[in-house]
């Protein structure tokens, strides 16, 4: 799983779901990756060419007229759009769920039109902080008036009406107005606070706070942390602020920023008066908050928030008669810097221009007190500008990021800046120490680490140097790490730029192939040619695909990986079946494959990852998450035609992905967290209805347990009844062990699943394609089609094995993954082959989920280990190495263990031609009772 879950804790009421490298190449990455989002992402068509209002349901006839487009844009016919030639929006229909809830009506899509540039993941309006009291939209409808066009939801929450307007004036207007009236029709519980919530899982936008005004006092990319579930903690991350400038990944061609702001917030007596009302903002990594009270404060309001304010909420509530007015906007720019929404905000503010020679440089404009007040990038030569907040005086200074790493101050005062300079402050040309650069070879399809050496840090390629931290913790860009994708394409740069100092790099390929490296010192203005050999190809796999059945980019709300990278990242890394699983997005990586002429290399599958997130009466801890694949796109249904996720039982899930056309797999993802606490991403420990795990030495007919096998109609399916279950999940062999115990209490008890080793990466950090699962495929000719029915049936019948490097054949008399032996004794032959850099040290066998034998690896890499088995029986073979983290290993795979494991082997011991599942014994085995202390 994820460091960070796709859909995070959020809200007080309790825990949620789940400097580098500029390019010089001979057609910019950017270039490649636009090409991208033509060939799939929604078109978008409405133009600035082609202004008007508009507000509309979407029908097969105008979806592709009206609706915006960009890596995530989901809306389909049935959802609402709204525009005006300049700005795209979209909701989604009340009968479709959305990522908080099984109901719609909310804002999920917003871009320019005709751009393909739609970053906006969602905008949930609640109640009281709580991701539990989510408005749900009842009634929707649109309009279109001489000056404005409006989509209008209604909705009620604990006795309260909400009615909110989204409305867009014509163009050339750049911004999305949101209006929203709260009003008491009934008794209900207490409405305390009005707030949107903007998810941004994993920091796919990055969140500046601040306001409007350019008073002193912004957070910036600053925030301080919070724990959701905590009231104090929560009081202490509240801010008095009115400005959420949202930007999108850096690097994810074409940019863009959301200014979303505050504009009016006050409540109407039923006697006739008005007052204001105190607003606050919050953020973390994965949301950020805009809200007001619905009352007066006694004290407090004005300043920075307090625990003393919050506790004024205990007793403030929305009175009958009274209505709360709730005023935002959100205004977009075609730039993602914070300076770009500020620009038009403080129009009437000072300019300052400049120029530094580091092109594309980060710049953050503060205060002398260090108090952020905007950022911008400088351009290709170096020249910038932005504005000042009207009134600005005094001293002020800039700090200028090049992209490879280092850093300069300017400093300036307004004052003496205007008297040489009037009306615009020009800043003498600055000049920034000198980066290097490292040469790159062309054509050759590799994957770089590069570690500094003798003090000097690693590089961070297409650092976005934003500087986002919450709690101190750096929140680092999507694209960002120390490696590097060559896919062998003209795409591919020509040089990548690095601080001066020492540095070794190491070029690999993937487990199979070789890995070579070479030291090298860069100084500065020096371009040092990559004079390497490229990796060549060590082992081969003759009847086997390698295949990452788990795998995240931009089209995820969770993701700003652009799909140019992704694509050229998994080629890298040597592996040849990539399945895309966007969350709740259908996504088909194939025609980014073909545009990149990356088909030979790699061969794709359709899926989707059902993201369950919603705590409903049917899932009040969620369903999880669960892939299913191959499935067939539907570029002009909501969200790409993705199953049903919200407040369904996963029997239910399973039940619709089963009537699919061709039958798709449905893979439990990660289902355990590294201990057996409460993770809603992770199913098996809450078991969606039950609110504890699944207790593996416990039949499955067992108080907690029958959740997983009792069917709520008959011929129904159970939660119990997907295909396949993610045991390997990253990096983390802790929740290998877990999850596996779970996996053998099934198999004991006749449920056989197939398990499967996958990547789940989101980032440029999260290695792809690592773990992966070897599945038997057969003859496989050289550029022939994947013959997808093939390869499906062997993942059915569990005929793979999941890998971090080393390869498996292992064979109990002449019986391989997924088939059954006949007999009450044979020879288990275990065959480990690994590249020199890939240390395996250690076989394991296990009987019905118990350890039967623990062996060294001989040097030759085969085994041969007599069994006898008195009854029917499962056998299962773990490899595993020791890798140094100074290790090429520990380098090339940061964090991972040398490890593989199988799936099993059935024992047909009394030969009565079928397979008799053992049952759990009657003394739990170490690996079912205690999977953390077992090997």
């Known amino acids: 799983m994820s460091a960070r879950p796709s859909c995070p804790p959020l809200l007080v009421s309790g825990p949620g779901c789940s400097g580098g490298g500029r390019l010089r190449g001979r057609i910019a990455a950017s270039t490649l990756a636009a090409l991208a989002v033509v060939l799939q992402f929604p078109a978008g068509l409405v133009s600035a060419e082609e202004p008007g209002l508009f507000a509309q349901q979407l029908d097969a006839e105008n979806v592709g007229r009206l609706r915006g487009g960009g890596p995530d844009a989901i809306a389909g016919i049935g959802d609402w759009a709204l525009g005006n030639g300049v700005v795209c929006a979209a909701l989604a229909d009340p009968d479709h769920e959305s990522m908080l809830s099984d109901r719609g009506g909310v804002l999920v899509d917003l871009g320019h039109c005709g751009r393909s540039d739609d970053q906006w993941g969602v905008l949930q309006p609640l109640l009281n902080f709580s991701r539990d009291e989510v408005i749900r939209v009842e009634s929707i409808r649109a309009q279109v008036t001489a000056d404005e066009a409006q989509i209008v939801t209604v909705g009620h929450l604990h006795g309260t009406r909400v009615e909110t307007t989204y409305a867009v004036k014509p163009a050339p207007s750049a911004a999305l107005s949101i209006r929203t009236t709260l009003e008491r029709e009934s008794e209900g519980e207490a409405t305390f606070v009005i707030a949107d919530v903007a998810i941004h899982g994993n920091g796919q936008l990055t969140p500046f706070t601040g306001n409007a005004s350019g008073e002193a006092g912004a957070l910036g990319f600053e925030h301080p942390s919070v724990a959701t579930d905590n009231v104090l903690s929560a009081s202490k991350a509240i801010v008095r602020a009115d400005l959420q400038v949202l930007l999108g990944t850096r690097g994810l061609k074409p940019e863009i920023a959301y200014g979303w702001r505050l504009l009016d917030v006050h409540i109407e007596r039923s006697d006739g008066r008005v007052e204001p009302l105190a607003h606050v903002a919050m953020n973390g990594e994965h949301f950020s908050i805009l809200g007001a009270y619905t009352d007066t404060l006694l004290w407090g309001g004005e300043g920075p928030p307090g625990i003393l304010e919050f506790a004024q909420l205990l007793w403030m509530d929305l009175d009958p008669g009274d209505r709360v007015f709730f005023v935002r906007e959100i205004m977009l720019a075609k730039t993602a810097t914070v300076a770009a929404i500020t620009d038009l905000l403080w129009a009437g503010g000072i300019q300052v221009r400049g120029r530094v020679d580091a092109p594309f440089a980060t710049l953050h404009v503060r205060r002398a007190d260090l108090s952020p007040i905007t950022q911008l990038e400088a351009d290709a030569n170096g020249r910038f500008a932005f504005r000042l907040p009207p009134g600005a005086s005094g001293p002020h200074e800039i700090e200028v990021l090049p992209r490879a790493g280092g850093r300069i101050t300017l400093l300036f005062d307004v004052a003496e800046a205007l008297a040489h300079s009037p009306p615009d402050i020009v800043l003498e040309p600055a000049t920034v120490p000198q980066q290097g650069s490292l040469e790159l070879p062309g054509g050759e399809i590799m994957r770089l680490t590069v570690v500094g050496l003798d003090g000097t840090p690693n590089p961070q390629f297409r650092a976005d140097r934003r500087g986002f931290r919450v709690g101190g913790r750096r929140i680092l860009g999507h694209t960002e790490s120390n490696h590097y994708s060559l896919a062998g394409t003209p795409d591919d740069p020509t040089r990548i730029e690095l601080a001066p100092g020492r540095y070794r790099v190491l070029a690999s390929r993937g487990p199979l192939w070789s890995v070579s490296a ?418």
Not at 557 to 563: I, R
Not at 778 to 790: F, H, K, V, Y
Not at 853 to 871: C, H, N, V
Not at 893 to 909: L, R, S
């Open 518 to 935: 070479r030291e090298f010192s860069v100084a500065p203005g020096q371009s040092v040619p990559l004079d390497l050999e490229p990796p060549v190809r060590l082992l081969d796999h003759p009847g086997w695909l390698s295949a990452d059945l788990h795998v995240h980019a931009s089209p995820s709300e969770d993701s700003g990986l652009p799909l140019a990278q992704r694509i050229a990242d998994f080629v890298a890394m040597g592996a040849q079946v990539i399945v895309s699983t966007e969350h709740d997005n259908v996504f088909d990586y194939a025609p980014v494959i073909e545009a990149m002429g990356l088909s030979s290399q790699l061969r794709s599958l359709v899926g989707v990852e059902i993201t369950s997130t919603y705590r409903g009466p049917e899932t009040p801890h969620t369903a999880g998450h669960s892939n299913a694949f191959p499935l067939e796109r539907q570029p002009n249904a909501y969200r790409g035609g993705a199953p049903v996720s919200q407040n369904r039982r996963l029997a239910r899930i399973a039940e619709e992905v089963r009537a699919l056309p061709g039958r798709p797999i449905l893979q439990l993802n990660h289902p355990r967290e590294g201990s057996f606490d409460s993770g809603l991403g992770s199913y098996f420990s809450h078991l969606s209805v039950v609110g504890e795990p699944h207790d593996p030495t416990l039949p499955l007919d067992a108080p907690g347990n029958r959740a997983l096998i009792e069917r709520k109609r008959p011929g129904g399916l159970r939660d119990l009844d997907f295909d396949a279950v993610e045991l390997l999940n990253g990096k983390s062999m802790a929740r290998y062990r877990i999850a596996r115990a779970d996996w053998f209490a099934f198999l004991l008890q006749g449920e056989i699943r197939t398990a499967t080793a996958n990547s789940d990466s989101h980032n440029a950090r999260e290695t792809v394609a690592l773990p992966v699962n070897y599945v038997a495929y057969g003859p496989d000719p050289e550029g022939s089609a994947l013959e997808t029915e093939r390869f499906m049936a062997s993942i059915r019948r569990g005929r793979l094995y999941g890998s971090t490097g080393p390869l498996l054949d292992v064979r109990l008399g002449g019986r391989s993954l997924g088939e059954r032996f006949s007999g009450r004794a044979g020879k288990l032959r275990v065959q480990v082959r690994a590249a020199p850099w890939v240390p395996v040290n250690e076989v394991r066998v296990f009987i019905n989920g118990q350890l039967e034998d623990r062996r060294p690896l001989p040097a030759d890499g085969l085994l041969e280990i007599s069994l006898g088995f008195e009854t029917d029986a499962f056998v299962t073979v773990e490899v595993e190495g020791n890798a140094d983290p100074d290790s090429l290993y520990g380098q090339v795979a940061p964090g991972y263990t040398p490890f593989a494991f199988t799936n099993p082997i059935f024992v047909d011991a009394d030969g009565d031609g079928r397979w008799t599942p053992p049952g759990l014994p009657a003394e739990p085995t170490a690996a079912l009772s205690d999977p953390l202390g077992s090997p």
